[in-house]
């Protein structure tokens, strides 16, 4: 089991950038997938980033490809998203999760199925 915070949510113009970053408590941190979901207002939580156990992958949605990424600190149990050309589409709670299946990022990103953080409000607003 991990337990996990989220923080560095908060209000950016579009074009703007922020950074996520998720800390961990736990044996199981350095053995487990990480990733980042997010929840626009009425809709359902859907995949954002992930990284394997060993952080030599990453996997993304469409739609940050090339504008965010996803890095990992197993010594300091953190996990980080650097969000950047944030557009109002990206609003949304941004949610850390930690996931048992060290290297199986597509199966994290569509059945998750571990631990969870608290939430980080994300608005891109001008």
């Known amino acids: 089991q991990v337990h996990l915070v989220e923080s560095g949510g908060g209000l950016v113009q579009p074009g703007g950038s922020l950074e996520l970053s998720c800390a961990a408590s736990g044996s199981s941190f350095s053995t487990s997938a990480m990733g980042w979901f997010r929840q626009a207002p009425g809709k359902e939580r859907t995949f954002v980033a992930g990284?394997?156990?060993?952080?030599?992958?990453?996997f993304y949605v469409d739609s940050v490809k090339g504008r965010f990424t996803i890095s990992r600190d197993n010594a300091k149990k953190t996990v980080s998203l650097q969000m950047n050309s944030l557009i109002p589409e990206d609003t949304a709670v941004y949610y850390c999760?930690?996931?048992?299946?060290?290297?199986?990022?597509?199966?994290?990103?569509?059945?998750?199925?571990?631990?969870w953080g608290q939430g980080t409000q994300v608005t891109v607003s001008s």
């Open positions: 999760h930690a996931s048992p299946l060290g290297d199986d990022l597509h199966t994290m990103a569509a059945e998750p199925f571990g631990s």
């Open positions: 990284i394997n156990w060993s952080a030599d992958r990453t």
